[in-house]
């Protein structure tokens, strides 16, 4: 079963322009992982943030965690036509698995 | 570095055949995820491999879905007999124990582009 549900299913956006998309679950967890996936290839990993970070940065990436709320935020900034790809959130509870969310489909245009 | 490497990366068979796929994870990963993604489910985990040894198979849905790890550096998913609900995109993970708590990321091939006829 999926934890994570991720807001919004699919967005549309300009070269340039900010990219922001929610991600929440439902029990506790160690920690919260991005991932995105380009169109016919494997999931790759892109940030790691632990229950007791609250914000991390990783080049344009911008990723929060709220676990009072049990939710993430992923934001690209300055986005790229390269940044078109599906983008995953995917929880760690503890148990060696990964539960991983629905996805957000990022389009942005040129 | 070599990443996951998958074969092979597309499959189109019938009904009925067995399929085998499989998957090289990246030296030193001792753990091994195998992944079925559709677009009614989502991603989903069929198993996972600790040591070459499976720890929860809970995900596989059948009895016709089967994985086996002999070493380290090789692993199979096979369906027997095929049906085509089971079409689907099949990917292998792996990833290294961490040194703390949390699970280190995981490692991801390129997929298996399963058809079933």
């Known amino acids: 079963s999926q934890q994570g549900e991720e807001d919004p299913q699919a967005l549309s956006i300009q070269e340039g322009e900010n990219a922001t998309m929610n991600c929440s679950y439902k029990?506790?967890?160690?920690?919260l992982q991005w991932y995105r996936q380009n169109s016919g290839r494997g999931l790759v990993h892109l940030i790691l943030?632990?229950?007791?970070?609250r914000e991390k940065h990783s080049g344009r990436l911008r990723v929060t965690l709220d676990t009072s709320k049990k939710s993430s935020s992923l934001l690209i900034t300055a986005s790229r036509a390269a940044d078109t790809a599906s983008y995953f959130c995917?929880?760690?509870?503890?148990?060696?698995?990964?539960?991983f969310g629905t996805g957000t489909q990022l389009k942005v245009e040129l | 570095d070599a990443g996951v490497i998958q074969s092979p990366r597309h499959e189109v068979t019938e009904m009925g055949q067995e399929v085998t796929l499989r998957c090289k994870p990246i030296?030193?990963?001792?753990?091994l995820f195998w992944y079925r993604q559709t677009m009614m489910r989502g991603l989903e985990l069929l198993i996972y491999?600790?040591?070459?040894?499976?720890?929860?198979d809970s995900g596989m849905p059948e009895d016709r879905f089967s994985a086996k790890m002999p070493n380290a550096s090789f692993s199979t998913l096979k369906i027997q007999p095929s049906e085509p609900r089971d079409s689907a995109v099949y990917f292998c993970?792996?990833?290294?124990?961490?040194?703390?708590?949390?699970?280190?990321?995981?490692?991801f091939g390129d997929g298996t582009r399963l058809s079933i006829l």
């Open positions: 029990t506790s967890i160690n920690n």
């Open positions: 995917a929880t760690d509870g503890g148990g060696n698995k990964l539960t």
């Open positions: 943030i632990r229950s007791n970070e």
């Open positions: 993970a792996s990833r290294p124990t961490g040194t703390g708590p949390s699970n280190q990321p995981q490692h």
């Open positions: 491999f600790n040591n070459n040894v499976p720890i929860d």
């Open positions: 030296s030193g990963h001792d753990y």
